[in-house]
């Protein structure tokens, strides 16, 4: 279970103690996350592109990256004649389409982007969620898609408690970059596939980051004009998703945004990978041009 330390809560008119909502300061030494959309991992100029982002914000701020990998999943499945099925952003994922996951993920993104971060000077070291647990998972339970079906989405993980992934404390002291691809093991060794966003958010709660960044291909959340929104709650977002503005792989995100915000991470902001200038992320307060805040 994730430890609130005393600061962090407050006492409700009952006497309780209660979470605070996120207006803490935060600690500067507490790590950033940062999770990669796989479009941004396709060509090898937006590799470059991100891989020296990356180097630079962690010249400033302990970090942790975590990519997922679905237009590229997409294709491979393709080749391989697997249709391919989501829901709410959500992969169904059975047995073939698991090992098309492992390979593309953990195999060509993750090693393409470590190569990458090496050669842009920082110091990256590539695993999943399997490596050393630091990602525990158990079978997600049939979900209540938005439009009200319900659906098994088969060797789908998702992240349970289980203390401080130490392996990535230890390489965060070491001054190494943890590169995170997105599966997990049950505690019985089974490998399961894991949405990206979900799993970046619960690492970012595990860790107490500072700050969760979801860097993706579209300029922070739209709204229905296709304006970047500034500032957003989580009733917002909620609201967002019942109209239908937001949908599909943004619908996982902000489900991911309001756990990890929910268990003290804090803030969050979607942004543009393109645009964005990574450096800044680790100091930068208040609305950035083409990305979205999104607070309790
Ligand atoms: N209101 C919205 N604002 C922005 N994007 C939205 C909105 N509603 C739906 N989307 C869709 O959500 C997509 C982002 O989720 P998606 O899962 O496709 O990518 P990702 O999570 O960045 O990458 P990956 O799944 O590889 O980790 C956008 O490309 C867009 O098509
Ligand atoms: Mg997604």
């Given at each position: 279970m994730t430890r609130v330390p005393k600061s962090r809560m407050r006492r409700s008119a009952t006497g309780r103690l209660r979470r605070s909502p996120v207006t803490r300061t935060p600690d500067p030494r507490s790590p950033i996350?940062?999770?990669l959309g796989g479009e941004l991992l396709e060509n090898p100029t937006d590799v470059?592109?991100?891989?020296?982002?990356?180097?630079?914000?962690?010249?400033?701020?302990?970090?942790?990256?975590?990519?997922?990998?679905?237009?590229?999943?997409?294709?491979?499945?393709?080749?391989?004649?697997?249709?391919?099925?989501?829901?709410?952003?959500?992969?169904?994922t059975d047995a073939r389409t698991l090992d098309v996951v492992v390979s593309v993920l953990a195999g060509a993104i993750n090693t393409r982007l470590v190569a990458?971060?090496?050669?842009?000077?920082?110091?990256?070291?590539?695993?999943?969620?399997?490596?050393?647990a630091v990602v525990t998972v158990r079978r997600a339970a049939p979900m209540t898609t938005v439009a009200g079906s319900?659906?098994?989405?088969?060797?789908?993980?998702?992240?349970?408690?289980?203390?401080?992934?130490?392996?990535?404390?230890?390489?965060?002291a070491g001054g190494?970059?943890?590169?995170?691809?997105?599966?997990?093991?049950t505690r019985r060794g089974e490998v399961l596939n894991v949405n990206a966003d979900t799993l970046a958010s619960h690492l970012a709660a595990e860790l107490q980051a500072r700050r969760l960044v979801i860097a993706g291909g579209t300029s922070g959340v739209l709204d229905d004009q296709g304006h970047t929104i500034e500032q957003l709650s989580v009733a917002g977002a909620a609201k967002l998703i019942r109209t239908g503005t937001a949908n599909k792989g943004m619908v996982a995100k902000l489900e991911a945004c309001r756990a990890a915000l929910r268990k003290g991470v804090g803030d969050v902001l979607i942004a543009n990978g393109r645009d964005v200038q990574f450096g800044i992320l680790a100091e930068a307060t208040g609305p950035?041009?083409?990305?979205?805040q999104v607070t309790r």
């Open positions: 996350v940062l999770k470059r592109r991100v891989a020296a982002g990356i180097a630079a914000l962690a010249k400033h701020a302990a970090l942790v990256v975590v990519h997922g990998g679905g237009r590229e999943i997409d294709a491979a499945l393709a080749a391989a004649g697997i249709p391919k099925q989501q829901v709410d952003g959500l992969r169904v990458a971060l090496r050669g842009a000077g920082a110091r990256p070291v590539g695993l999943t969620g399997a490596d050393a319900k659906v098994d989405l088969g060797l789908v993980g998702s992240p349970v408690n289980n203390g401080t992934p130490r392996l990535l404390t230890d390489l965060l190494y970059v943890p590169v995170v691809a997105c599966l997990g093991t950035l041009p083409g990305c979205t």
